[in-house]
């Protein structure tokens, strides 16, 4: 069983619309949890990090650890065109330690 | 800053060929990380590096595969000899590890087609 577990959709939705996007973890020693996000044919680059169970937001976006569970989420409100692209979630165990990331969901937002 | 810099972006060649990705790294960031990208697996970590040693390789596909970073501004991956199935995107990245959240930056990416 992989480390991080993602739907990789593709996940289609209307502009304007609430996004939800999931992953579950297997390993309770996991310390953060990020969410990558990739354009085509772009490396990934960081959106957001949590590293404790409860809410964080920035701007549309909100990242939501329920370590009881072992379940993080990425909400996007207001979703846009511009944010088409493969979202990866990301655990660490540490700060010294690499990142192990989900396969990523693919999220189109359509016009 | 440039950020971390990879090439070639795009290789094509045929089984049996020696490859050799390159990356520079952010200035001042003192690890590294190689993983590849496919469709089947998504992104696996290849190597990494803490101030140019290796740390850990066990990611490391075959002993075809071989990873070196010669000085804090340079890295190289090498495969040889290649193979149709070692078609991927491979990606470097780079941190700065101090405390806190290991954040990395992430590379555009080398295209690999073996043929």
């Known amino acids: 069983q992989k480390e991080v577990e993602q739907d990789p959709g593709p996940l289609s939705v209307p502009e304007g619309a609430i996004v939800s996007l999931n992953c579950t973890y297997s390993?309770?020693?996991?310390?953060?949890f990020m969410w990558y996000r990739q354009y085509s044919r772009k490396g990934p680059e960081l959106l957001m990090y949590?590293?404790?169970?409860g809410n964080k937001e920035d701007g549309r976006f909100t990242a939501q650890v329920d370590k009881s569970s072992k379940y993080i989420s990425l909400f996007i409100r207001d979703s846009q065109p511009s944010d088409s692209a493969t979202y990866l979630c990301?655990?660490?165990?540490?700060?010294?330690?690499?990142?192990?990331f989900g396969k990523g969901t693919r999220l189109s937002v359509i016009a | 800053d440039a950020g971390v810099i990879q090439s070639p972006r795009h290789e094509v060649t045929e089984m049996g060929q020696e490859v050799t990705l390159r990356c520079k790294p952010i200035?001042?960031?003192?690890?590294l990380f190689w993983y590849r990208q496919t469709m089947m697996r998504g992104l696996e970590l290849l190597i990494y590096?803490?101030?140019?040693?290796?740390?850990?390789d066990s990611g490391m596909p075959e002993d075809r595969f071989s990873a070196k970073m010669p000085n804090a501004s340079f890295s190289t991956l090498k495969i040889q000899p290649s193979e149709p199935r070692d078609s991927a995107v491979y990606f470097c990245?780079?941190?700065?590890?101090?405390?806190?959240?290991?954040?990395?930056?992430f590379g555009a990416g080398s295209r690999l087609t073996v043929l």
């Open positions: 990245a780079s941190s700065l590890l101090e405390s806190g959240a290991n954040v990395l930056t």
């Open positions: 390993n309770s020693a996991f310390q953060y």
């Open positions: 949590t590293y404790s169970s």
């Open positions: 990301a655990r660490v165990v540490s700060g010294n330690t690499p990142l192990v």
């Open positions: 200035s001042g960031h003192n690890s």
């Open positions: 590096f803490n101030n140019n040693v290796p740390i850990d």
